[in-house]
């Protein structure tokens, strides 16, 4: 049952230093999203997939890129990062976008990252 | 354009008290509102949901929410708190038309002995 995957759990990254957030799903999922959590702020959606090959921009997608090449991964880069991008960092995935009618989204157990 | 409101960023209750997490939302269409917990150092799981059938919806490990269409508020409750209840938990609200999805800020729940 492994679910949503997401690797590394922690990192710690200096300003301007590149790294991909890795993120797989064994559910056929179609539907996939990262988010951010910062303390007090719940979760934002920075980007989201509705297939492979097919990507968009959430609520929060400056200094971040995703590509969908697979139904499976979703992985999310930091191109030059930064200490605002300092947060845990959360990849779900689900049926369809938002949950559908369920409104259930598959949570991985996040990835802490530390950018100094 | 949706949002919600979680009223507070902590509450604490004792063993065996009831407990209440409130949320208001805002929507400018009928939503979806769920509530989802997150234990410490866990990925978030879904606690219940309404999708516009019955008001009052019951989730898992005892816990309940009502849907206040007249107060847009859809309050979490559970009659006699345990302390494996101890977790932050996100009030949720999703616009039907396009299922984007809207997280509150998060209530941190403690659960005193």
């Known amino acids: 049952n492994a679910g949503v995957t997401q690797t590394p759990k922690f990192q710690v990254l200096k300003t301007g230093q590149s790294m991909t957030l890795q993120c797989a799903q064994d559910m056929n999922h179609e539907y996939m999203s990262w988010y951010r959590q910062d303390p007090g702020m719940g979760l934002r959606l920075i980007h989201y997939s509705v297939g492979a090959g097919i990507t968009d921009q959430g609520e929060v997608p400056n200094g971040y890129n995703v590509s969908r090449s697979t139904t499976e991964d979703f992985p999310l880069r930091l191109l030059s990062a930064a200490p605002s991008q300092t947060s845990v960092y959360f990849c779900a995935s689900s049926l369809v976008k938002g949950g559908g009618a369920t409104g259930e989204l598959f949570f991985g157990e996040g990835s802490r990252l530390t950018v100094l | 354009a949706q949002s919600v409101t979680q009223l507070d960023s902590h509450v604490s209750v004792s063993e065996g008290t009831p407990v209440l997490l409130r949320c208001n939302y805002s929507s400018s269409y009928s939503p979806s509102l769920f509530w989802y917990v997150q234990h410490p150092n866990k990925g978030l799981q879904l606690l219940l949901k309404y999708t516009s059938a019955a008001t009052l919806v019951k989730g898992i490990n005892g816990f309940e929410a009502e849907f206040k269409k007249s107060e847009t508020s859809f309050h979490l409750t559970k009659p006699s708190a345990h302390m494996s209840d101890a977790a932050e938990y996100f009030c949720?609200?999703?616009?039907?038309?396009?299922?984007?999805?809207?997280f509150g800020a998060g209530t941190r729940l403690t659960v005193k002995p």
């Open positions: 949720v609200v999703s616009d039907r038309r396009n299922n984007d999805m809207r």
